[in-house]
Every structure is written in structure tokens, then in C-alpha cells.
């Protein structure tokens, strides 16, 4: 017997098939968002009882990776770029996340006044209005509210490194003395030349006829020299002319900065005074010393605040890397490939 079904049991049944096949093509699609969800946001490092997510990384690390293929290096050094720069990454969140945790294991905290100060001394520095600086952060797609996140995150490690390294440095008389003594290029004075120079370039494998020219042209300059024409005047005469030789104001320069040729013959030189012809790599040259500008040297007396300020500085990263070494080394770290 052949069992026949009214329209209405057919439209049921099709209604059942169709809300199954919606159902299972849902399933999948959720299954699937599912999965790349997890893959986005797997961990990839745990530092304690926190972790970090591919997520995060991935945000932190999406401007570097603009930057850099913008630079359009060659395939493998972009490759190995961008991997350095993400495993830098990973390794400042970790630091980061350490922080963090002593931040909350000290109970430091900061005062709303507190980020009010640093944003206003911050607008203030850059003579920006509100509707500047809010205009500024919105072209950065940066919200007032997520700017005041990462201020009062600045704030809370700026009073932890306090806490942990700057209260524990202590800068010595000796400390500062080592540092003005072994600095002498620093403090010791100064002595600049400003140096003028006319020349001709000569090849150094060229014809001699072409040498002999050269030193007959400067023989003739020196002579006019030493007849009492100023040197300055002489090198404007030679740029309108047609003379191969020309001339230069060549600027300011230690001696430690001349070539060896130059050093010997311009250290017993005075102001106003001019060389004999030099035969150099350059070519041929007639050195002038225009002036010359001493600075006396710094008694450390003068100098001590700088130098406390520069080995303060100094002082506060070493120890800052050191302390942060320790902390990495009690505290429990893996890193997820």
C-alpha cells in the first residue's frame, strides 16, 4: 500500500529539512568562527598567574609591521625583521606584565589630579588647545579614554622604578670625579681653526706637465700672498675667474679632526697665518687660518651637576636592567610557539 501525504505534511517535512540544513550550515560557521577565535587569541606566554595572547602581540606589533614593509627591503631581510621586531615585542610585554604585577603586588596607585597634570603639562609643552589635542589623538584613532589608560599606566611604572631603582642610587664625589677625569676631551678646553684653503686638484696617477702647471699656478698665488693680498679677497677673485685654481672657507676643526699632513702644519700655525704649498691627496693647497677659538677648560666645580645628571642616568638604566633581570629570574615565564 502506497501511503500518500496531504500538502500540509509535505510543507512540514520541508520546513524540517530546511530548518536542519540552516542549523547545520550555522553549526559550521560558528564552528569555524570558534576556531579562529582561539587561534587569535591562543596564549603565547604565561609570566605568573597572567597571560599573553596572540591578540595582544599582534596589536602591539601591527604599526612596527607597516613601518617596515613600507621600507620595501629585500624579502629575506623583511622576514627577518619582522621576526626580531615581534620577538622584541613579545619580550617588552613580558617586562610589561612584571611591571604590572608589582604595581599591584605594591599597592601603587595613581590620583585622577595626577593624569589631569601629566595631560595638561603635556599640552602645555606642545602650546596645544583641548580641541587640538583631542583632534591630534582622534587623527591617531586614539580615544580620550584609552589616553588616560596609558598615562596613569606611565605614572604607576614611573613610581615603581622610583620605588625599586632610582630611591636606590647613590651618586659618590668619587663617582663623579672618575667620570671628569677620564672625560678629558670634555672638560679639558677646546681648541677650534677655522680654515680657509685655495687649490688645484691633480690626479694622483697624472701627467707631470699637468703637475708642473698646478705648482706653477700655486707658486704664483703664494707670491701674491706674500705681497700682502688678503687671502679672503683672493679666493672671491678665483671663484669669478677662469683659473683652475679655486678657493674655499672650508669651516671649523680640531686638529684631531685634520688629516696628519694637515695636523703637523696647522698646529704651529696663528691666526692670519697662511702654509706654503702642500702637496696632498686632495691635490694642491694653500692652508689660511682665518681665526682660532679657544674654550678654556671646566674646573669640575662647574661641571659637577652635569656629570651627576649624566651618571644618574647612566646609573638608573643599568640598575633598572638589573633589577629586571632579577625579577624575570624568580618569576615563572614560558613562552608558548
Keep these: ?181 677620564s672625560n678629558p676631551e670634555k672638560y679639558a678646553g677646546d681648541k677650534k681653526y677655522h680654515l680657509w684653503n685655495i687649490f688645484v686638484r691633480v690626479s694622483a696617477g697624472g701627467e707631470s706637465s699637468d703637475q708642473s702647471t698646478a705648482q706653477s699656478s700655486m707658486s704664483a698665488i703664494l707670491a701674491k700672498l706674500k705681497e700682502g693680498y688678503p687671502f679672503e679677497n683672493l679666493v672671491n677673485d678665483l671663484v669669478n675667474s677662469s683659473s683652475e685654481a679655486q678657493g674655499s672657507d672650508l669651516g671649523m676643526f680640531r686638529l684631531e679632526e685634520l688629516s696628519n699632513q694637515l695636523q703637523k702644519k696647522v698646529k704651529n700655525m696663528k691666526t692670519g697665518d697662511f702654509s706654503d704649498v702642500l702637496n696632498t691627496d686632495f691635490g694642491y693647497q694653500i692652508i689660511y687660518v682665518q681665526k682660532i677659538v679657544e674654550t678654556p677648560a671646566k674646573p669640575i666645580e662647574a661641571v659637577e651637576s652635569e656629570i651627576h645628571e649624566l651618571l644618574y642616568s647612566e646609573f638608573v638604566d643599568d640598575r633598572y636592567d638589573e633589577w629586571l633581570g632579577e625579577l624575570r629570574e624568580r618569576s615563572h615565564i614560558k613562552v608558548i610557539n
Design 1 to 181: 500500500m502506497i501511503r500518500t501525504f496531504s500538502p500540509k505534511s509535505r510543507m512540514f517535512a520541508w520546513a524540517v529539512m530546511l530548518s536542519t540544513s540552516v542549523f547545520c550550515i550555522m553549526r559550521s560557521h560558528v564552528l569555524l568562527y570558534a576556531e579562529e577565535l582561539a587561534l587569535v587569541d591562543r596564549i603565547v606566554a604565561v609570566v605568573n598567574n597572567d597571560v599573553i595572547t596572540l591578540y595582544d602581540v599582534n596589536r602591539a606589533f601591527r604599526p612596527f609591521e607597516e613601518n617596515i614593509k613600507a621600507l620595501d627591503y629585500p624579502p629575506g631581510k623583511e622576514r627577518q625583521t619582522l621576526f626580531q621586531v615581534r620577538k622584541d615585542i613579545l619580550d617588552h610585554l613580558v617586562n610589561s606584565k612584571l611591571a604590572d604585577q608589582e604595581i599591584k603586588r605594591y599597592q601603587i596607585t595613581v590620583s585622577k589630579d595626577e593624569i589631569d597634570n601629566m595631560i595638561e603639562r603635556f599640552k602645555e609643552s606642545r602650546s596645544l588647545t583641548d580641541e587640538q589635542f583631542r583632534e591630534g589623538l582622534g587623527k591617531q584613532g586614539i580615544t580620550i579614554e584609552e589616553y588616560r589608560k596609558e598615562v596613569k599606566e606611565q605614572i604607576l611604572r614611573a613610581k615603581l622604578v622610583n620605588r625599586e631603582v632610582k630611591a636606590k642610587i647613590v651618586i659618590t664625589d668619587e663617582d663623579i670625579k672618575a667620570f671628569y677625569e
